[in-house]
Each structure stands twice: as structure tokens, then as C-alpha cells.
């Protein structure tokens, strides 16, 4: 389920650095309990949805043939409330969710101007580490924080056949193993640990134009389903983000 | 289908359709009409049975949200959004007279189908139960406790089928009773028969509460699976298995 109302694009900070970008944005957070697991999965007909700012940074070497890709991804989400079919209620305003993660995806362009000039198609593996905390204001607070460490699998496509713009799309999909560490301010008992996996799955479009030789404006859109099962709590959610930025070049 | 067919399945949806697609929710439709009671919003299909008996069973569950909070001497202000279906088919689960609970978003979801008895007013309570009791105390960590607790709390105002119900099933089905050191054990509760499995354990919270109270209950509470014996050990002052044949000369006296 996914909540963007209508997003707030944010400038950007320009890296003066050879082939690093940096973008931010607006994302969205919508969160489900899972009763049970298996396809198809039984969740809340009521999602925990909130908003908050997005900033991420990539670093990219490439050449013809293949890329190596580094990330940085940062969100905050808060304003929550809870979206049923029907009705809608607000949250409580200290609840929150926190989100940091790690990438790094080596891609090889496995495709090159074969079906069109200028389109290639490449196959990717990405190696994940990542942090998500959330903060649900109840009768106490109720706080936990995962951390996960996985791969995935990229499909992409990129056009490149004009010099002012070139645009790409990349689908992915991976799994993550999981830590949780759950408090509760209700009783120093509920504090646990546990353990579980999770999975993941982007699809993502950007569109660069270039401003001069070495710079270009990028502007990107993600779509984000992912669903984290430990014992005694699984539950899915999903992002919404879009951000603008600057790509420098060397 | 054998293990290997049905991973390869599995692996050929994934590339195929993405994890979302095959592991993710589903959405949610919006053929719902909304009663509201002075706790719950209570979704129904648009003239149905459920939305004909929506004030009754709002006023039952009014009734169960109170008399939670009283019995485990804690407190809960959430709002719950409860979803009542059809039938199985109309719910996606696999049986009648069935529910989920959603504590995290402060919902539930159960059939509702005829006829408007203890049934089925036990059913919505143990599935708001699940919500109230999580809203209090936070999140639980057994099978054993969830499920028994859920059950152990059901109010005997509208209907009958709460503790002594509970104490009476246990009187007169001793023979096939699952010991508890089975019952706690998370890793076991899946093979387990459910029916008995449920009815048991809340028998057994039910017992715990009314003879201790709730203040030690939550002190096994939190507890994960490996732990819990130990813990009812430390907290009771007795083993499972001395608590465990008093529960039943208990059950054998009130039953």
C-alpha cells in the first residue's frame, strides 16, 4: 500500500567530486502487520503511513561494459497516521521510523544497441547493509530497531542514444538476514532481541539532462514493496520516494 | 508437491514476478460500510448479516475492551478498526469461523456468519483481545501466552464460553490434554492440534490470573519460548509441572 500524496521535491547539494550524485527528496513509509506469512501474505487492512525527508548519495565508476555502484541512503519519516480502507486516524505524533542503508552493485552491461541504438541492458548484484527503526508512541513507547546484512539482483536498462539526457530503470530483488531489538518502555522485560529475514523489491526510474559537460540534473522515482519476518513480528511495508539531484562527472 | 518442485515454483515467481508480488500484501478493497461503537470501527460488507448485527456485536465488544483493561490491571486508549467478512472465502482464510489480529495497526479481521451466538462473540473478542492486550503490555513472545491469553480474557457478560467454559473443557477432556512443556514450546505449536492447543493454554492463563493475579503474569509475559519454564520457575515459585497438576485438581473443583 502506498501513501505519496503529492511530493515535495527538495534541492540539492552539488559534490564537487568526479562521479559521486547526491539527491534528496520527499518518501513516504506505509507499514503493515503480517498475521501470516505465507503467500498470500494475511496483513492489516490498516496501514501505518507516514512522510519525511530523503537523501541519498551514489558513487559510481563505470566504463562501457560495466559498473560499480556505492549508495548511501538516509530517510526519516514521521506525521504517521493510520489509513484503514475507509477510515483514517492520526498516529501519535512521536511515532516515527528511521531508515539508513549501504549498497554497493557491481552491473555489466550485458546488452549493448542491440534492439535500439543507445539502449542497453545489464544484470547487477548488490550486496545490502541496512538499518530501519521505528518509534510507536502506545501506552508507553514501543521502539525497534533492525539490522540486516544481504544480496540482490539487479535488471536494468539505460538509454543513452541523445547527447542532452539518458534515462535508466533497474528492477531488483534480494534477501536480507535480520536482527531486532524491540523495547518497550511498559516493562524493561519486553526488551528482546530476535532474529529473522527479510526481502526486498525496488523498481526505480531516473532521467538525467545534462547542465554542462561534467554536471547533469537527475530526477528519480522508487517504488519500494519489502516484508521482514522475525518471530513473533513480521510485517511489510513499502516506500515511495522522489528526489532531484546533481550528478558531477569526471 | 514434493520440497524441490515446490522451491524451484518459488524461485521461478520470484524471477519472474519480483518478491513483492509473491510474499506481499495484497490490497485492500473498499467495499466496506462502518459502524461505529464507543471503541471499535466496525467494517461490515454492505448489507450483510455482520452489518445487521454490528450494534450487538459492538456493544459485546465495548463490554470486552473494558473488562480486558480491569482483569490485567493495565491500560489501553487505542482506537481498533475490526473487519468482518463473509465467510472464509470472502476473508482468504482457510476455515470458518476463523480471525486474525493486527496489533501493530490496531486491527482485526474474523468472519461473521450466522448465527449471532457466543460463537461467534468469542471470536471477535479473542481477536480484539489480541490488539488490547498488546496495546498494554506490549508485545508477547509465546504462542502459548498470545493464543491463552486472548481467550483467558473473555468476558462472560453476553455469553458463557470465557474461563469456566475453559475450566469445564479441561475437566472433560483430560485423556487427550497436551503436556505443557509441548504447549510453550514455539517450535511445537505448529504441529500440535490447534483446537486443543488453543482451549488448553487458555485454561491455563485463565487459572493463572484468577489465582495469582496479573501482576505475576506479566512477569512471564515478555518471556521467549526456551526461557519461559525457567522463568514460571523464578516468578511462581513452583515447576510447570507442579503448577501445571494444580491447574488441572483446579479445573477438576470449578469445572
Redesign the interface.
Known sequence: MFALGTPLLYTVVLLAQAGWSASAGRESFSYRDIARSRPPADASPVAWVGSGPSLFVVHERANARRAHRFNIDLASAGSFEYAGPIVRSDAPSADRAFRVEGRYEYRRYVLRDRVLRGLDAALGIQGIARRLSLTRRGVGTARFASTGAGVAGVAAARLHRWSRWSAELAWTNGLTALREHDTDSIDPLADVHLAGGSWLTDFAISASAHLSKRASLTASWLRTGEGHAVSHHNYAFSRQRMAIGVTYDR | MTARRLGTAIVIA?ALT?????????????N?T?FESTYF?L?TRPGTFAEQSASVLGQVLDDQYEATQRALN??????I?G?LYNDAADA?FDFEHSG????????F?ATATPPLDANLFALVAHEANHVIIM????????HFI?EGLASALISERFHPLGPHFYYQWTKAHRSRLIPLTTLID?GQWPNVDHSTAYSEAASFMAYLLETQGPAKM??I????SGELAQRFSQVYGRSLAEAESAWLAFCDGNG
Open positions: 520470484l519480483g518478491c513483492n508480488r509473491v510474499l506481499g500484501p495484497s490490497k485492500v478493497d473498499k466496506w462502518v470501527s467494517h493495565a491500560s489501553y486508549g487505542g482506537r478498526s473487519f482468504n486474525t489480529a493486527f496489533p501493530d495497526t490496531a486491527a479481521r496495546g498494554a503490555l506490549g508485545r508477547g513472545n509465546t498470545d514455539d506479566r512477569q509475559y515478555y518471556s521467549r
